[in-house]
């Protein structure tokens, strides 16, 4: 069965410094990959895709990820932190069976100081 | 709307009554599915519609959960006798009908916060 990893519970980076959120990802076919953002008592917000094409996706607030097919990840990544990128981050892959329903990981928060 | 629509924001029951929660997707949007948000981040997928018809129900605990997307209506999740282990926030996500095999979006709601006492 398909799985998505988030491998930290927690990321701590400065304002202004590149952050990285890490997703490995385990699918027999080819993977549909999602990040999506939850800011305290919201939904989740989606931020970005990959489906095909592009190995580097650019997505919503300045984020992209990385999709690296040989390390099986999809790192979410920023060039330069803010205070209000702070939330809980979620990596999912779509279903292989057809069926659209999503997989995610456990989620990562990421808390970016003054 | 733009947006996904839920209601209410919280609801809380005592154990053994019934919780219905209620969802309208984006409009065009062909696709409902139901999540479970549980202690520690965990998303549990619930049950999904291709407008009024399940499209997939693997998730669904059938003894005590029922769902419904019924036309010109909001979608509904319900509960009978609910139980503290239901305690949890449900989202609800819709995406368009272009792509029957997921390549789309699915964009969520806030979230229902069911509280079970």
């Known amino acids: 069965a398909q799985s998505v990893a988030q491998p930290e519970d927690q990321v701590n980076v400065a304002e202004g410094n590149p952050l990285t959120v890490k997703c490995t990802y385990s699918v027999s076919g080819n993977p549909y990959l999602f990040w999506y953002v939850q800011y305290p008592n919201r939904g989740l917000q989606f931020l970005l895709k990959?489906?095909?094409?592009?190995?580097l996706v650019k997505g919503s607030y300045g984020f992209e990820a990385e999709f690296n097919k040989s390390q099986t990840s999809f790192h979410l990544k920023k060039p330069s932190a803010l205070v209000s990128d702070s939330a809980l981050y979620f990596c999912?892959?779509?279903?292989?069976?057809?069926?659209?329903?999503?997989?995610f990981g456990t989620g990562t928060r990421l808390l970016v100081s003054p | 709307g733009e947006e996904v629509a839920q209601t209410p924001k919280h609801l809380v029951r005592g154990e053994g009554q019934k919780a219905k929660l209620y969802c309208a997707p984006i409009k065009g949007h062909s696709y409902v599915f139901w999540y479970q948000q549980v202690l520690k981040n965990e998303f549990k997928f619930l049950i999904s519609f291709q407008n009024e018809n399940v499209f997939d129900e693997t998730g669904m605990p059938k003894e005590r959960f029922s769902a419904k997307c019924l036309p010109n209506s909001p979608c509904s999740l319900e509960i009978q006798a609910t139980k503290l282990e239901d305690s949890a926030v449900y989202f609800c996500a819709s995406s368009r009908p272009e792509d029957r095999y997921g390549e789309d979006t699915q964009y969520f709601g806030p979230g229902t916060r069911l509280t079970v006492l």
């Open positions: 999912a892959v779509r279903d292989e069976e057809g069926f659209q329903k999503l997989v």
């Open positions: 990959y489906i095909t094409g592009d190995n």
